[in-house]
């Protein structure tokens, strides 16, 4: 019997129950319609937070898109605080990268703020949307299966600092 391939965004953890399934398969298709969203890149002792989300393959930091009237900073808020559980003031907020990128088939308008801790965060991943998250030099993040823009917004990052 040959066993059939499973898609790689189902692969992150065998014991998924059918409640977090559903929640993946609907943040799959909302990834698909978005095109104006924002990152926000978590530094602390040199080092920075890196997610994996389940509806794509590569470690990115954690984002989203913006609701309503909300700015690109309010919303980097509010997704801090719903992904990981991570608080932020708008004010500690400094836009780190703002580019138009075309890939997968759709053209994003993508910021990237940076923001950075005295102190390493407790932060909570729901196993929905959020599968995994851990802190890596920039050096390894590098070598990592990385979102484009936060590949070109750490490699200038170290440049800056070099």
Not at 4 to 12: D, N
Request: aromatic share 12%; glycine share 4%.
């Amino acid at each position: 019997m040959i066993a059939a391939a499973r898609p790689e965004f189902l692969v992150y953890n065998e014991c998924v129950s059918i409640v977090d399934f559903g929640f993946r398969m609907a943040y799959r298709a909302a990834y698909q319609m978005m095109r104006v969203y924002w990152r926000v890149a978590i530094w602390q002792d040199g080092e920075i937070l890196l997610v994996r989300n389940s509806y794509v393959s590569y470690y990115c930091v954690p984002g989203g898109y913006i609701k309503g009237t909300e700015t690109p900073v309010m919303a980097a808020v509010r997704e801090l605080a719903e992904e990981i559980g991570v608080r932020a003031a708008p004010e500690d907020l400094t836009l780190g990268l703002h580019e138009t990128h075309t890939w997968e088939g759709k053209t994003d308008d993508v910021s990237i703020f940076d923001v950075e801790l005295r102190e390493r965060p407790v932060f909570q991943v729901d196993n929905r949307e959020v599968v995994d998250a851990e802190f890596f030099t920039p050096q390894y993040a590098l070598e990592l299966n990385l979102f484009p823009p936060l590949r070109r917004h750490i490699e200038a990052r170290l440049a800056k600092h070099a």
